[in-house]
Every structure is written in structure tokens, then in C-alpha cells.
């Protein structure tokens, strides 16, 4: 068993690879990584539960705003046309767009609404020390939210209609647009706190039972790790060894917070693949069909696609956010399908490569995942608002849900990749390159200090 640094308090499992990684406190701008898969573990935030019930209360009163107040207010030749998020979404419902209004609907409003809820009930929670049911159903709830809410890419969406508009009228800012900057940076400033941060403010103050690995553990039986089980969902470490369960046909609930454990998520490569390729039959009309369309009163409708509208946002001289709209909406999806392609065929094909530098892809991916969505947004925002009958109007195009279905489809393809199969692909690869040695068991001992890194 190798020595275990003195300053170490505990010994967790990155969800990442399965390395085992010990941690101790951290101080002011450090961060906890793991050694192998270069994954941040633990972040020092030095928030208070009752500082951040704080932000959360602010971020309540904001979002009151950002539903009750317009975000703009558009004046052509004296015509006057306001909107607030609602009426955006509403004007796509009843103008036929139900999949786009949907999308809108859920991604900028519910979502982000029940991430606030969530974490202020989490919060509460933990600072009252009571309600452990309710605590435990939030913190489960909290990084499904955080994963699905898009507000700060529809706010985005909200600056980029703005700079398309000011070329045709005037524009006024509303009480609801400042209110959603101010909730973007207030919702940016309590996802520093994940749950993993949540849950480990929980078992300190002893509502939820401790999670981590005991300080000691047995290294010399090659296949130690696979005698941990790690809840996909909070982290909690279980010792139930995986042969057992196997023969049992059947996996067990985690004991923390009830959802089902796994050594892997369940069958993450082929649902991954089918999620990709459903993602790539869209993207095609996603980029062939219009995606909006123009008219004004002296010109027959002229219809825009997504390169369309790029080239004709270059061409009009906005071509720092052209170069925006390029990456967001051609750019990331084509980086997507690139990487997830890439790591699903290096782990069938055992193509070694640089495992950790794929870790990282994948990192990536997931964190730009969301922002293909913003010229769905734009064309919902100029939709709602340059609609003034005979003089002009924006509608919207097919091209908007293929292209925020495929978004969809390959947010659920990347959550549905499990990044340990990469690592697993590796060792045995690393097993079969040394005829079957202990390779398993390759980088997977209790480092002998934390990998810390300066934030
Ligand atoms: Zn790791
Ligand atoms: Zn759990």
C-alpha cells in the first residue's frame, strides 16, 4: 500500500477515470484536480449556505423582473414594439413555431427557474439543518438543471437581435434586459458552488452520510477499484463488489440518495451513438432550410440560412459578431460531432492515443455544448419583435427546430458518454500490450499528495 500524504483528510473517486485522489483544505484560489484526468474535484469558494441563500434571494427578485418587465422596446417610424420573454415565447406558439416556443420555454424560463429553486431549497436546507428528503431531491435535481438552463445563451441571443436591429429602428432597453444580466452573473456566481460542493456542505453539517473512500485502502489486489461503486449521481463511494452484483442480475439503489448504482452508465456507447447520429440526420435541414425569413412593404420575402445570415451580418459590417453567430452555430456543432465521433471510435477501436488530452475534448465539449442554441434564440427574439403588419416582419423559419433539435440531441449524446470508458479502453489496451499484467491497476494507486492548482 503506498504512503499516504500526511495532509490528506480524504480519499475520493474522480468520476471521471476512477482514479482514486486524496484531498485535503483547500485555501483561498486553489483547486482540487485529478492527477490523471486533470478533472477539478473541488473548488475553494469560501461562500457561506447563508451567504449564498444571500445571492439566491437576489436572483429571485431579478427573475421576477426578467418575467414581468419587456426586455426591449423596437421604434420604426414611430411604430412601437415591445417584448418581454413571455410574449417571445408566445408570439412562436401562435405563429405555429410550437417545437421553437417549446425549446424557448424550457431552456429559458422553467429551467432556470427550477435551478434557483432547487439550490435556494438545497441551501435552505443545509443552513436550517433540516428537511434531509427535501435536501437529498434537490441536490439530485440541481446539476440536471444547471446542465439544461441556457439563459446565459439566450441573453446572448437577446445582444446579437439587438446589433442585427439597430440597423431599422430604435431601440430601449427594458427593466427586464438589465434584470437578466444581473441573473446571468448572479446564477454564473452560484454555479462555482456544484453539487458535489452542495453535497459535502451537507455532510458537514451531518445531514446526509459522508461519501468518501476510508483513508486506508487496499492497492495490492489488482482489481481494487472495481470493489468501489461510485453513485453517477452524489458521488457517494460504496464498497459492493461489481462480480456480485453481476451474478445477482440486478444493480442496487445508492444508499445516499437512492438512485441506481452502476459501474458505468448503461450502455453508454451505442445510446451515444444513436443520440449522434439522430443529431447529424437534423443538422442537415438544420443548414439547408431557412432558418428565418424577412419582408417589408415594397420587397417580396427573402429567406436567410444559418450562412446566409452570417455572411450577411460580415457584409453589414457586425463582423465581430459575425464571427460569433459562425462559431456558435457552425462551428461548435461540427467540433461536437468531430469529438464525440472521435472518442467513441477510440474507444471501440482501442486507438491509445493521448487518453488524458481526450479527457479534456470531452471536458470541453460538454461546457460548449449549450451555445449552438443562440441563433435559435435570435430568431425567436427578432420574430417577437419586428412583426409590424404590412411595413415588416420576421419569421420564423424550418430551419429553427431541426437546428435546436439537433442541439438537443447532442447535449444528451455527450451526457450520455461516460468519459471512465476511455480509461478503460486504455488500460486494457496498456493490459494487452503487457500480456496481461497487472496493468489494471496502472495510475489508479492514492496519490501520495493533492494535485492542486492555482485558480
Ligand atoms: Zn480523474
Ligand atoms: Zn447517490
Redesign the pocket.
Known amino acids: 500500500m503506498p504512503p499516504v500524504a500526511d495532509d490528506i483528510e480524504r480519499l475520493e473517486v ?6 482514486v ?1 486524496g484531498l485535503s483544505a483547500l485555501q483561498k484560489g486553489e483547486t482540487a484536480c ?6 477539478e ?1 473541488e473548488r475553494f469558494h469560501g461562500w457561506t449556505p447563508r451567504q449564498l441563500l444571500a445571492v439566491c434571494l437576489t436572483a429571485w427578485i431579478m427573475l421576477i423582473h426578467v418575467l414581468a418587465y419587456p426586455l426591449v422596446t423596437l421604434d420604426v417610424r414611430g411604430n412601437l414594439q415591445s417584448t418581454s420573454i413571455w410574449e417571445s415565447i408566445l408570439f412562436a406558439w401562435e405563429s405555429g413555431n410550437m417545437v421553437v416556443g417549446w425549446m424557448t420555454f424550457l431552456t429559458a424560463v422553467l429551467l432556470p427557474v427550477s435551478e434557483l429553486a432547487v439550490i435556494t431549497s438545497a441551501l435552505w436546507c443545509i443552513s436550517a439543518r433540516a428537511y434531509p428528503r427535501v435536501l437529498v431531491w434537490a441536490l439530485r435535481a440541481v446539476e440536471v438543471a444547471r446542465n439544461w438552463n441556457m439563459l446565459a445563451v439566450f441573453l446572448l441571443g437577446v445582444l446579437v437581435a439587438l446589433i442585427k436591429l439597430t440597423t431599422i429602428g430604435q431601440l430601449d432597453i427594458g427593466l427586464g434586459l438589465v434584470s437578466m444580466s444581473v441573473l446571468v452573473v448572479l446564477l454564473a456566481v452560484l454555479a462555482r458552488v456544484d453539487a458535489h460542493t452542495l453535497w459535502r456542505m451537507a455532510e458537514e453539517k451531518g445531514l446526509v452520510p459522508q461519501s468518501h473512500l476510508p483513508l486506508h485502502i487496499d492497492t495490492a489486489d489488482p482489481r481494487w477499484h472495481r470493489k468501489f461503486l461510485i453513485c453517477h449521481s452524489c458521488g457517494m463511494v460504496h464498497s459492493a463488489p461489481q462480480e456480485d452484483l453481476q451474478a445477482q442480475g440486478r444493480m442496487p439503489a445508492c444508499t445516499r440518495c437512492g438512485a441506481t448504482l452502476r459501474h458505468r452508465k448503461k450502455h453508454s456507447l451505442a445510446r451515444c451513438w444513436a443520440l449522434l447520429i439522430t443529431a447529424l440526420v437534423f443538422y442537415i435541414p438544420a443548414n439547408l432550410l431557412p432558418i428565418m425569413a424577412t419582408g417589408t412593404l415594397n420587397e417580396p420575402p427573402t429567406e436567410h440560412t444559418i450562412l446566409s445570415g452570417v455572411v450577411d451580418l460580415y457584409r453589414s459590417g457586425s463582423w465581430g459578431i459575425a464571427i460569433v453567430v459562425f462559431v456558435a452555430s457552425l462551428a461548435v456543432p461540427v467540433i461536437k460531432f468531430l469529438v464525440l465521433g472521435w472518442l467513441l471510435l477510440s474507444i471501440q477501436f482501442k486507438w491509445l492515443g493521448n487518453v488524458a488530452q481526450n ?1 479534456v475534448l470531452f471536458r470541453a465539449m460538454e461546457l460548449i455544448g449549450q451555445w449552438s442554441m443562440l441563433d435559435v434564440f435570435v430568431v425567436v427574439l427578432l420574430a417577437a419583435l419586428v412583426h409590424f403588419d404590412g411595413l415588416m416582419e420576421v419569421k420564423i423559419g424550418a430551419a429553427a427546430w431541426s437546428f435546436g433539435t439537433m442541439v438537443v440531441f447532442t447535449m444528451l449524446a455527450a451526457q450520455h458518454f461516460d468519459p471512465r470508458l476511455l ?1 478503460d479502453a486504455y488500460d486494457e489496451a496498456c493490459a494487452d500490450a503487457q500480456n496481461g499484467n497487472t496493468a489494471g491497476t496502472m495510475d489508479r494507486s492514492p496519490p501520495t499528495e493533492e494535485a492542486r492548482e492555482s485558480a
Request: with cysteine; aromatic share 6%; proline share 0%.
Open positions: 474522480c468520476s471521471q477515470c476512477d482514479s485522489v485529478c492527477g490523471r484526468c486533470g478533472h474535484l479527457a480509461w
